[in-house]
Structure formats: C-alpha cells, structure tokens
C-alpha cells in the first residue's frame, strides 16, 4: 500500500464540476479533518496517459456524468429514438471506463448513475417516463453489470432530498457548463464522504437501546404488557417501524444491546410472547435490565463486550438519562428518541450494503456467549487456568480469495490490536500477487463458540506489513499466539506502524520481539 496521509480523489467527468461540487467536497473533507487532493479527468479524455497515472495514484474514483451532456436535446427529442441502442452504447461505455481505471488503479469507484429530473418537456407531456423510461434502464444495466466492481449512487434519490426546484441552477448550467445548484454540491460532497467513511469502515459499532417509549410505547412497569403501544397499525406504528430499521442494522454488523430501568422479567417476557415484536432475544447481545445508574450499565456492557465507549450510541426518550450520559460518558454519542428525528441522528453509523450475513453472524454467537467467558473467568483461580478452561484453538493459514474482504473490513475497523495500516479488497488482491507478500486468515474458536475469522497477518519480505486482531478476541492471549507464529515461520526485522490513538499496547509487544518500527504516519 503506498504510504500517504494525503486521500487522493480523482473525478471523471463530463461537466465543469471545479468551481462548485470540488470546492465542495474539499471542505467537507477538511471540516472532518481529512487532508484530501481532488484532480479532475474530462470524460473525453480518460483513457490519456496523463488520466490513467491519476488513476493509478487515486484512492477513490467517482465518475459522474450528466446525460443531457452526453446528448444534446435528445431527452427533448423524437418519442421514436432507438432506445436499446443507447443503452447498449452507455453499457459499453461502462465497461470501457471500468477497465481503464482496473487495469491501472486500485482505488475505490463511485459511480453516480445518470438523472432527467429536468425534462422540460414534462410541461406539455406531464410526469410520464422520458423516453420510456430510458435512464433507469440505462442505470439498472450498468448497475447489475458492474456491481460487484463499483458503488453505484442514485442520484435521483439525492435531487429528490431536497427537490427538484432546489437542485437546478440554470445560472450555472449556462456560465459554468454545471447545471447543479451549490444545494446539490453539497449533497453529492456529502454522499461522496459518506461512502469514503464505508469503505474506511469508520463506523458506530453498538446501539444500547431503552425499551420505555423506545421499543415501544408506554411505560411496562406501570402499563404493564397488555396495554405497551406496539402494532402495525396505529399508535404501535412508529416503534415496531424502528424495531425493523434496528433489525436492519443488526443484520448489517451492529450490535444490539439492552439498558432499561425495568424489571428483567417484565423486559423479557415482551421480547418472547409479544406478538408485535420485531426484535426478540436472540437479536440481542447484552441485556443490562435492572434499576442502577444506566452509566454504570453501559460500561459493564462495554466491558463485556470488549468495546470502547466511542464506539458505542446510546438511545433513551429521557432528557434526564440522556443528560445524564453526556455528562458522565462524553464518548459515548447519545441520541434522544424522537418520532421523526431518530433515523438521520443514527447517521453515525456507516454500513455495507453487502454485507457478509455468515460472518456477522459469527460475530453475534461470539457476542451472545461473553457472559459465559466473564462467569467461567470468575471461577477460575488464575488466567493460565482461564486460558486452558476455554480450550481456545488458534488456525493460521494461508488466505484464500473468498476471505479477502473479511480482512480488508478487519484492518478498517480495528483501532487496538493492529498496527494500524488499512487494506481496500482492491490493494490486497493486488498485494497478493507480488511473489514475497505472503497473505493469512486468523481464525479462533473456544469452547463457547466458533468466533470466526478474527485477526490477520501480512509479511513481504522482512517486514511485517499488517498485524490485526479483533476487539472480540482479545482477553486470551491471541496476539501472542500470532506473534509467536510469525517469529517461527518468517524472520522479522522491521514492521510499519501507524498510529491509531489505541493501539500502542501492539506497538510494545513488537517491540519486546526486537523488530524495528517503520512509521506511517496516523490512520
């Protein structure tokens, strides 16, 4: 991986997108602290010795491109025109673009799909499809071709955000060839950030949830479980909707947790014999049901869960418990519930679409089972007795292609047992294929459960170029274990480092087995 604090951003495209939407996406970037370079490539052009060597120092690419561009009065034109030999030429199009920038980059794609919002002839035609429909069909072949190569934005759904009077500016369609209003700069700068912190994997981790006027309406101690507003209809409406949108999240990686003032009983029994329950027991890692402060909850629940307070939100309808949270456990992000304001607070977190359901799962059981570690680890007189009780086994072997985006999301989520260099799927399949790199999977299990493919290793000669371990193995001497595997298979002298503001404990460790660190800056 080239070493760089710098994030390189190239945009292709066949508008004059510097005078609004890279100004844009300049600030953005550097209001969050992210040193970033934007060069431009003219559609017409890509395939220029000077656009492919940008393609092959970029970080991400985004291709947008605006149809009415590509051609002139057409939308506006004979109700006659081919459409099938459009969109085959649009898809071979594609394809050509998607090549260039493969065979010479590993960077990221952002493919914003084409948008006809502004149809001036929807005044004397109305709101029928233009061109039967002429643009999503061109934007669904693309998508369904190029998939799995690129992330495909649509771009409709950002004009539709703030409407189509609001995206528009015929001032600089007709000055600056840029028919977007400053408006939907920044939206689109904003997407374009929202996706960096994806494939980043720079995300909220844990929700821990109230239930009272949360999960459902009402207050169970004294409504008791009949009368709890939850339905698919009517008052219950808003809080089973929310209990499908945790659902979701839960399916995408989050873990679900449980802080309420309540009786447990009273909060379990909802969860198993509630009809109109989305979200039941299984779904959730950690319940912390009782009547103490919900501080202290939240970091017992962190403990078990081997979390930092950082990564964690906090949901409560109380200004009080919120107040309370804010006050006492500044890392943690609390989010009041509000009808119609929860969804976007919840923003924080940045997810993959396609996300592995197995592994996550994997995840979840390991999770659901760290109550039975902390009550065997009690009983036990020392850690060594600890150790062996748990009958952990430690497979290190070679990685093979199905498992390269497991350890790309490994080196991007992981801030304290990793030395911090961050791995796109892209730059490790393209890592793989230098002769000295040599690419392994840590994969851990214990008596509890099988936690699944949690640490990483990377060796290219006589460096060592990514170590990570998961948050979730730690407490069991895993590292040492991986550390104690590379020093007999390969000879180490010197290992690249970067600082994540967690992880100098790893830094310590290698430095104890005598290798010498190769800075890189801060992750």
Known sequence: ??????????????????????????????????????????????CSTESLQRFAESDFIVILLNFENAYPGLLDGDSTTDVSTIVDFELKKARHIRKAVSENSNASVLWFGYEDLQWNSSVVF???????????TINTRIREELDSEIVFIDTKRLIASIGVSNAYSHKNKYRWNYPYSQLLSEKIGLEIYKQYLI?????????????????????????????????????????????????????????????SKNDEADVLRVFSEHSDMVLREEHIACFRVN??????????????????????????????????????????????????SVYEALSCFNLKWDADAASIKQRHDAYKTDEYRRELKKHCKTFEEYLASLEMKVDIHEAIPIEYARIS?????????????????????????????????????????????????????????????????????????MLNWIKERHKIIKYRFRNTNKNGEIRTILNEYKVSSVESGKA
């Open 1 to 46: 991986m080239q070493d760089k604090s710098l994030f390189e951003l190239t945009m292709v495209s066949n508008l004059s997108v510097e005078p609004f939407l890279v100004s844009s996406v300049n600030r953005i970037f550097e209001q969050n602290g992210i040193r970033i370079r934007i060069a431009t490539v003219n559609y017409d052009e890509y």
């Open 126 to 136: 109305g709101s029928q499809y233009a061109l039967n429909g002429l643009i999503d």
């Open 199 to 259: 494939t980043q994997g720079v995300s909220k981790k844990c929700i821990v949830l109230d239930c009272d006027n949360v999960l459902w309406g009402g207050i169970l101690s004294e409504d008791g479980f009949e009368n709890i507003k939850l339905s698919s209809s009517g008052l219950g409406k808003p809080f089973q909707d929310f209990q499908r949108f945790l659902l979701m999240l839960h399916n995408h990686g989050v873990i679900l947790t449980v802080c």
């Open 291 to 340: 009547w103490d402060a919900k501080a202290e909850n939240i970091q017992d629940i962190a403990a078990t869960l081997n979390i930092g307070l950082d990564s964690m939100v906090f949901i409560d309808d109380s200004d009080f418990e919120i107040g309370a949270i804010r006050s006492v456990l500044p890392e943690v992000t609390a989010v009041q519930y509000k009808r119609d």
């Open 409 to 481: 999301e490994l080196t991007q989520r992981t801030n304290r047992m990793t030395n911090g260099i961050r791995y796109t799927v892209e730059e490790l399949k393209a890592y793989v294929t230098k002769t000295e790199f040599k690419l392994y999977s840590v994969r851990v299990s214990d008596r509890f459960s099988d936690l699944g493919i949690v640490g990483a290793i990377g060796i290219e000669g006589d460096e060592l170029q990514l170590f990570s371990l998961s948050c979730r193995a730690l407490g069991r001497n895993a590292e040492i274990t």
